[in-house]
Nanobody, 127 residues
Framework: QVQVVESGGGLVQPGGSLRLSCATS????????AGWFRQPPGKEREFVAA????????HFADSVKGRFTISRDNAKNTVDLQMNSLKPEDTAIYYC????????????????????WGQGTQVTVSS
C-alpha cells in the first residue's frame, strides 16, 4: 500500500510563492491519481487540484485557477503543487491524497474518492 508524505509548507507573505511536494514512502506512484486538498481554520476540507497518473489531465478549484499548478514525476514518485500569488485565504493545512486508478487520464475531485492521505502540511499566508 502506497503511503504519501507532504513537505514544503511554511509562512509566506501575500503575493509570495510556495512549492509543496508529495512523495511516496518507497513505492511507485505510477497508476495513482494524486490530489491536493486543504482545510482552512474552522472550515471543512476542500479540493484544490488533482492530476491523472499519466500526467496529461489535471483539474483545479476555481479559487486557485491561474495561480496554482500541479505536476508529477513518476520516475521520482513525486507530485508537486506550485502555489503563486498566494492570498491570506489560502491559509490552510494542505493534504496530499492518492487513489489507484486503471485509466491514465482520470482525475478525482471529491475527498471520498481517495483512500490514501498524508498527514498534511501547514501553509500560512500573512504579512
Amino acid at each position: 500500500q502506497v503511503q504519501v508524505v507532504e513537505s514544503g509548507g511554511g509562512l509566506v507573505q501575500p503575493g509570495g510563492s510556495l512549492r509543496l511536494s508529495c512523495a511516496t514512502s518507497g513505492r511507485t506512484f505510477t497508476n495513482y491519481v494524486a490530489g491536493w486538498f486543504r482545510q482552512p481554520p474552522g472550515k471543512e476540507r476542500e479540493f484544490v487540484a488533482a492530476i491523472s497518473w499519466g500526467g496529461l489531465n489535471s483539474h483545479f478549484a476555481d479559487s486557485v485557477k491561474g495561480r496554482f499548478t500541479i505536476s508529477r514525476d513518476n520516475a521520482k514518485n513525486t507530485v508537486d503543487l506550485q502555489m503563486n500569488s498566494l492570498k491570506p485565504e489560502d491559509t490552510a493545512i494542505y493534504y496530499c491524497a492518492a487513489k489507484r486508478e486503471r485509466y491514465s487520464d482520470y482525475v478525482f475531485i471529491r475527498p471520498e474518492e481517495y483512500d490514501i492521505w498524508g498527514q498534511g502540511t501547514q501553509v500560512t499566508v500573512s504579512s
